[in-house]
């Protein structure tokens, strides 16, 4: 507490004094006060207009990944998540109002394979099951392997040392 009446002590020497102090506290008046919310609101809000004009396309660089001569049907044949089977309001209207034969199915990571082509609702992407299930068993024995190495060295067909062992021979010697 005594840092907090010495830094308060400091603010007001610097700021002219209690006196000064008590002058900027009677500027906010009961008259006054809307004037000083809605100026302090139209700064803030120019502030924030400011930082996204200006700030935020600078720091994004705009356009770096963004190719115009790919249009959007080429990028849905090879992307599982659209707009439209991400949304699950269009889902549901897809398959329950307007009747869609295939309906738009929601998408989820894992369970891409299950989706169907619609071209009519924007939905292109042709799940191959054979090789989405193959590859979903490479992915996961090369996170178990790697979790397992991570462990212990000696699972995944090696030791502490990095040496290769071989079933039946001892390397505790």
């Not at 115009?68 to 080429?74: Q, R």
């Not at 307007?98 to 292109?124: R, Y």
């Not at 212990?152 to 505790?172: E, F, K, L, Q, V």
């Amino acid at each position: 507490l005594e840092d907090m009446r010495v830094l308060w002590h400091a603010v007001l020497k610097t700021n002219g004094g209690p006196n000064k102090v008590w002058q900027l506290w009677l500027l906010l008046k009961r008259e006054t006060i809307l004037w000083h919310v809605c100026g302090a609101f139209v700064l803030h809000c120019a502030g924030h207009f400011s930082l996204l004009y200006w700030m935020v396309p600078a720091l994004e660089g705009a356009g770096a990944d963004h190719d115009e001569t790919i249009d959007y049907e080429d990028t849905a044949r090879n992307t599982p998540f659209t707009w439209f089977n991400c949304n699950p309001m269009f889902s549901l209207r897809s398959k329950y109002f307007f009747k869609h034969e295939p309906f738009a199915i929601p998408a989820m990571p894992g369970k891409e394979h299950l989706l169907q082509s619609n071209k009519d609702l924007g939905l292109h992407y042709i799940a191959d099951r054979e090789d989405f299930m193959k590859s979903a068993e490479e992915r996961s024995r090369a996170s178990v392997l790697q979790g397992l190495t991570a462990v212990r060295p000696s699972i995944a067909g090696g030791n502490a040392s990095g040496i290769p062992t071989t079933p039946g021979t001892r390397t505790d010697k």
